[in-house]
């Protein structure tokens, strides 16, 4: 029963599981918003611009029956020439409408789902073509919402068509008795407000489209508590793996240090316990600089290296414990040890440059390992 409730997608989506379903397309989005703001964007266009646009070609079917008049009898040229006239005519005039819509039309999927390109959700896929998968589909979950969503939706903007319709039937009657330009601007208004209506109906149903399509994104992305945790593991890494990588970067760590070792001033002993040996630049430092320390082994390790090396090596137990236990690998000495520190690297230095028979003052509370 146990093992069962962890194979129920209970928990968040990550980040990660999110970032990886973006990628591959799968994102709450529904192409209704985009149908709808095309439509209110060509409802604006031809309340604004539709007399403009029937004049326009008026004039250029008047201009049309002019030039065949005049032309005479037409052959084939010029009836082809006539019709490209005519069609360059009519895309000029719907190039605004068309430049609209796909501009809007981008910016209401950008608004659903950010500056989305996925190469994945376009890639040919034998699912896509194999029949017993897209009868599993119609016949799905997904399948029954969208069936009953087109349903809905032909039912409401069949009702709202019917209602405006029966509001103008007893000025339908009346309409033989006016001017046929008179008709055709009553009539262009009715389909007007019964296009209005449509289109706010269907962006109510895209709204609940795009919530239910956001909903059921979200149930999908969800993750098992068993997907949660070989999510961590690979992120985080195998505990085995990543204990050796951390022994690796010791061992490497250490390697570094012993290799600064030879290159010393001086090393400060515990007398056996610990082991810290410094360096001091005058033109590259501010002020003397730990290059390697170590307690009982590695201590042992760094005497024999600054034996072999001939680094001066000198026993201050306090000024060792205080480097050992204050002091990082590659950081200076700070301030407080500094008087300390200072006394014994002068003393490194001169007997460094003492002559023959010139013993030189050891610092105080110092003395040769």
Same mark, same amino acid.
Request: aromatic share 4%; net charge positive.
């Given at each position: 029963m146990a093992e069962g409730s962890d194979q129920e997608k209970t928990e968040q989506p990550s980040g990660r599981r999110r970032s990886e379903a973006r990628e591959k397309?799968?994102?709450?989005?529904?192409?209704?918003?985009?149908?709808?703001?095309?439509?209110?964007?060509?409802?604006?266009?031809?309340y604004y611009t539709? *007399?403009?646009?029937?004049? @326009?070609?008026? /004039?250029?079917?008047?201009?049309?029956?002019?030039?065949?008049?005049?032309?005479?009898?037409?052959?084939?040229?010029?009836?082809?020439?006539l019709g490209i006239e005519m069609l360059k005519d009519m895309a000029l005039m719907l190039l605004p409408l068309f430049s609209a819509g796909v501009v809007v039309a981008l910016l209401a999927n950008i608004v659903q789902v950010g500056w989305l390109v996925s190469w994945d959700s376009i890639k040919p896929k034998f699912s896509n073509i194999n029949p017993m998968s897209g009868i599993s589909q119609i016949f799905s979950v997904q399948g029954l919402v969208e069936f009953i969503k087109n349903i809905l939706k032909l039912v409401i903007l069949g009702v709202v068509a019917y209602r405006a319709v029966k509001n103008e039937l007893p000025i339908l009657m009346q309409l033989m008795d006016i001017g046929i330009w008179d008709m055709l601007a009553y009539m262009s208004l009715v389909c007007f407000r019964i296009l209005l209506w449509c289109a706010v109906m269907l962006l109510i149903l895209a709204l609940f489209d795009w919530a239910y399509k956001k909903y059921s994104n979200e149930q999908q992305l969800k993750m098992t508590k068993q997907e949660v945790k070989d999510e961590a593991k690979q992120m985080e890494g195998d505990p085995m793996v990543k204990a050796r990588i951390r022994r690796i970067q010791r061992e490497m760590a250490r390697k570094r240090m012993m290799e600064a070792v030879p290159k010393a001033d001086v090393v400060i002993t515990n007398p056996t316990h610990f082991a810290v040996a410094l360096k001091y630049e005058e033109n590259?430092?501010?002020?003397?600089?730990?290059?390697?320390?170590?307690?009982?082994?590695?201590?042992?390790?760094?005497?024999?290296?600054?034996?072999?090396?001939?680094? *001066?090596?000198?026993?201050?137990?306090?000024?060792?414990?205080?480097?050992?236990?204050?002091?990082?690998?590659? @950081?200076?000495?700070?301030?407080?040890?500094?008087? /300390?520190?200072?006394?014994?690297?002068?003393?490194?230095?001169?007997? @460094?440059?003492?002559?023959?028979?010139?013993? *030189?003052? @050891?610092?105080?509370?110092?003395?040769?390992?």
């Open positions: 397309g799968q994102v709450p989005q529904t192409p209704e918003l985009a149908s709808v703001a095309v439509l209110f964007v060509a409802l604006g266009v031809f539709g *007399p403009g646009m029937v004049r @326009r070609m008026m /004039a250029n079917m008047q201009g049309m029956l002019e030039r065949c008049a005049t032309l005479g009898p037409l052959n084939i040229s010029d009836t082809n020439y590259k430092m501010n002020a003397p600089t730990v290059t390697a320390k170590g307690a009982d082994e590695v201590a042992r390790r760094i005497r024999e290296l600054a034996k072999e090396n001939n680094v *001066p090596t000198l026993e201050n137990p306090p000024l060792a414990r205080a480097l050992y236990k204050q002091v990082d690998i590659g @950081r200076e000495v700070p301030a407080d040890l500094f008087q /300390a520190v200072a006394e014994i690297l002068a003393y490194v230095y001169r007997l @460094r440059h003492q002559k023959a028979g010139v013993n *030189p003052t @050891r610092p105080s509370g110092s003395r040769p390992a």
